[in-house]
């Protein structure tokens, strides 16, 4: 099993950054793909950034690019989400969440399907 820990989330200027951090544990977190996902409140939950289990690839939703940056580091156990130049639109709660499947290789990102999840942080960018 896997259990997953999201922090860093907080209430920020239209223009600042803010890294998010996802912690887990579970010996196969380091094998499973990773992604983030945000709910902001009325709308439905949808994907922000993916990871693979050995982070040589990266994906995110089209708002996101160029903002928002996935990364990982297996040795700690966490995936991390920096993201910058956030705007009041960013505003939700962000959810991290681990892959079903060991080492997957999809090439579309849209085939990850996600079983284990955290409980979210909260991030409010005032403008």
């Known amino acids: 099993q896997v259990q997953l820990v999201e922090s860093g989330g907080g209430l920020v200027q239209a223009g600042d950054s803010l890294r998010l951090s996802c912690a887990a544990s579970?010996?196969?977190?380091?094998?499973?793909?990773v992604g983030w996902f945000r709910q902001a409140p009325g709308k439905e939950r949808e994907f922000v950034s993916l990871?693979?289990?050995?982070?040589?690839?990266?994906y995110y939703a089209d708002s996101m690019k160029g903002r928002f940056t996935i990364s990982r580091d297996n040795a700690k156990n966490t995936v991390y989400l920096q993201m910058n130049s956030l705007k009041p639109e960013d505003t939700a709660v962000y959810y991290c969440a681990a892959s079903n499947t060991l080492y997957a290789t999809y090439s579309d990102y849209r085939q990850y399907e996600y079983g284990f999840w955290g409980q979210g942080t909260q991030v409010t960018v005032s403008s």
């Open positions: 990871i693979s289990w050995r982070g040589d690839n990266t």
């Open positions: 579970g010996r196969t977190f380091s094998s499973r793909a």
